[in-house]
């Protein structure tokens, strides 16, 4: 079947298959860069400005410049300085996990200053350890409490996966734009839309059931 | 004697909080702490409590030292002393700080389990008998956010209580709720102080105080002012800052 000149029955196998790339970007950025912005939320509160201080300045570079040039940065800056290069995917990878590290760690941070001193005030009297504190009273709650921002930053993560075109990671936009300049036609980019819809469903459901799981308490 | 500090001295900054407090409370008192708002009731509550650290005095709780002087400096004991201790003494709050997280029932087991390493089972039937005591068996699994103030005050003293402190403090448990849920807590206070629970109570309640405190404290502006039997204190006192000070609140 072709619409405009476009053989879909070839194009969508293909699609699928860099749809397939999309989810491997998407999660390996959910695993790094999750446990990440804790580190970098916990960096940011600590007492000691030689730790929070260089924390705030990498979130302010790394959320400052668009993340299109930290790909670059990372697939051909080594070369310049250390004279080696990351294979394409890991490049793109690494610039993914920490550029959204950085903004995870703003809404933990922000999770963590909402847990009011009560909480660790009553912990404390009660003889819990400062890691008790955090594991079983502080960290559920911080948890609820950043669900909402963090499903938002994920939807923007499947769009933001587009990018990864720029250093020719084989992903759906990629894809779909060179079918459109073999075949001189958007109806590929158009298509790709879909696609992008669907996955991104997939995420807002999946946020909103984890949203309503934790709804048996308030703050 | 369950605690003892001498000359306790704490500033926050420049301002002078506490000007030398030294109090001695005995196993099985209850003592009421009155005094005008600023004048360091809490900061002393917290003080003993382990949330603020004095900066100059002695600190004893059940015979273990928790803070000695050392020259002009307060010198703590160590961090596995400081555990003991906390455990020995127990803290309500004005506004309960239960963890909304857990359940009515799991607020009181969890440290049970954690801290004392108590097993499950019997951390559970402990918290029951609690629960029942505090006349709220049928809330063990509503969680804080379903209950009224009065309630989940009943439910942060069944979690002080379910790890056997020496010594409950409460820093005016009643002025977060409604005036008609006061009186359910003063009731469970009054029953704690039947079974001689020691407890060191600050409060508005002058009533109540009067009514259950064996030893009533007044502090002003970082020091104890007066202290002395409800009947000492309320009943006719001598001196000039007590009486100004009930006076206004009788007042309003
Ligand atoms: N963390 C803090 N930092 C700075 N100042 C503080 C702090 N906590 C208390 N203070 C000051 O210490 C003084 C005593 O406060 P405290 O809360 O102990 O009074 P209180 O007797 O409990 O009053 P109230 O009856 O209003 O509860 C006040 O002047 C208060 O502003
Ligand atoms: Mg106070």
């Keep these: 079947m072709t619409i405009d000149n476009v053989p879909l029955h070839l194009l969508i196998p293909d699609m699928l298959e860099a749809s397939v790339e ?3 970007i998407f999660f390996l950025t959910i695993i790094f860069s999750i446990p990440l912005g804790f580190i970098v939320a916990l960096a940011r509160r600590s007492r000691f400005r030689i730790i929070s201080f260089p924390t705030r300045i990498y979130q302010l570079i790394f959320r400052g410049t668009p993340l299109m040039l930290q790909l670059f940065f990372f697939m051909y800056g080594p070369y310049y300085i250390f ?7 890991t490049a793109c990878i690494l610039a993914f996990v920490i550029n ?7 809404i933990f941070r922000g999770g963590i200053a909402a847990i009011p001193k009560g909480q660790y005030e009553a912990a404390k009297v009660l003889g819990y350890t400062k890691l008790q504190t955090f594991l079983h009273i502080i960290l559920p709650q911080v948890i609820k409490h950043v669900i909402p921002a963090t499903g938002n930053e994920l939807m923007t993560l499947v769009k933001d996966t587009s990018l990864a075109q720029v250093i020719s990671v084989p992903e759906l936009f990629r894809v779909a734009t060179n079918a459109g300049t073999r075949y001189f ?4 980019i158009i298509i790709a839309a879909p696609f992008y819809l669907i996955m991104n469903s997939v995420v807002e459901v999946t946020f909103k059931m984890i949203e309503k799981k934790m709804d048996y308490y308030k703050n | 004697m369950l605690l003892k500090t001498l000359n306790l001295q704490k500033s926050f900054g420049k301002t002078h909080v506490l000007k030398g407090i030294s109090l001695e409370v005995n196993e099985g008192e209850v003592i009421a702490i009155i005094g005008p708002s600023g004048s360091g009731k809490s900061t002393l509550l917290r003080c003993l409590t ?6 100059k005095g002695t600190i004893e709780v059940d015979g273990i030292q928790m803070v000695g002087m050392n020259g002009e400096k307060a010198v703590y004991a160590d961090n596995k002393i400081l555990h003991e201790i906390i455990l020995k003494v127990g803290l309500v709050f004005q506004n309960f700080n239960l963890f909304p997280n857990f359940s009515v029932i799991k607020n009181i087991i969890h440290a049970q389990v954690k801290v004392l390493g108590i097993e499950k089972s019997l951390a559970h039937k402990k918290a029951m008998e609690l629960l029942e005591k505090m006349n709220l068996k049928e809330k063990a699994t509503s969680y804080p956010c379903e209950l009224s ?13 379910a790890l056997n402190p020496r010594i409950l403090f409460f820093d005016e448990p009643t002025s977060a709720l409604d005036p008609e849920l006061t009186g359910e807590i003063l009731k469970v206070i009054r029953s704690l102080a039947k079974e001689k629970m020691t407890m060191v109570i600050v409060t508005h309640e002058m009533a109540f105080a009067r009514d ?12 104890i002012v007066e202290e002395g039997t409800p009947e000492e204190v309320f009943g006719n006192t001598s001196n000039e800052r007590t009486k100004e000070f009930l006076q206004r609140f009788n007042q309003n």
């Design chain 2, 50 to 55: 382990q949330l603020e650290r004095v900066d």
């Design chain 1, 100 to 106: 959204y590290a950085a903004y995870f760690g703003e």
């Design chain 2, 149 to 161: 103030g009065g309630q989940q005050q009943r439910v942060a003293i069944a979690r002080a209580l």
């Design chain 2, 212 to 223: 259950v405190a064996d030893r009533v404290i007044f502090m002003d502006d970082g020091v």
């Design chain 1, 83 to 89: 004279g080696f290069s990351f294979n394409r995917f």
């Design chain 1, 22 to 24: 999309v989810i491997k």
């Design chain 1, 185 to 188: 036609s958007s109806i590929p």
